[in-house]
């Protein structure tokens, strides 16, 4: 989708959250509990710092974007990676076992609350403050 347009961050407005865009170039981290477990992916604008162990973020998650809610994470790993860069490969592309492994772990690292197939407690994604200001900047300055 649309999110940047000739270095300008753009927005797809609709009354629906959930189907509008998040503006501007971004990266993706998970957030793990302190039982390993991760508990969050967290997006922020591409020049932001990366969220470090044991810091506090004030964070707001899709599809309640009105409220600021405070983590506190016990590992982040960054979760975006470039393999295509001005249509040349810039890293290598993993293995179709490589990845479907990759998969596999990933599942596995999640709760039983996220993982069980009768009620499962939703996953979350959310953006940073910074995000989530240009966001509301962007909707304001269309109306």
Do not use: W
């Not at 971004?26 to 039982?35: F, G, M, N, V």
């Not at 508990?39 to 004030?58: I, T, V």
């Not at 964070?59 to 393999?83: A, D, M, N, W």
Request: hydrophobic share 35%; net charge negative; glycine share 6%.
């Amino acid at each position: 989708q649309l999110v940047e347009v000739n270095g300008s961050p753009c927005l797809k407005l609709t009354e629906d959250e959930e189907k509008m865009t998040i503006p501007g170039m971004k990266t993706i981290y998970r957030l793990y509990d302190d039982a390993g477990h991760p508990f969050m992916d967290l997006m922020a604008l591409e020049e932001e710092p990366s969220p470090s162990a044991g810091q506090e973020l004030g964070i707001h998650v899709l599809g309640q974007l009105g409220e600021t809610t405070k983590v506190i994470p016990s590992t982040v790993e960054p979760l975006h990676r470039t393999y295509f860069r001005d249509g040349q490969v810039c890293e290598p592309l993993p293995s179709l076992p490589e990845v479907r492994t990759h998969a596999q772990v990933s599942l596995n690292l999640l709760s039983p609350a996220h993982r069980r197939l009768h009620e499962p407690q939703p996953y979350p994604v959310a953006v940073t403050e910074r995000l989530h200001r240009l966001f509301l900047e962007l909707r304001q300055g269309s109306h």
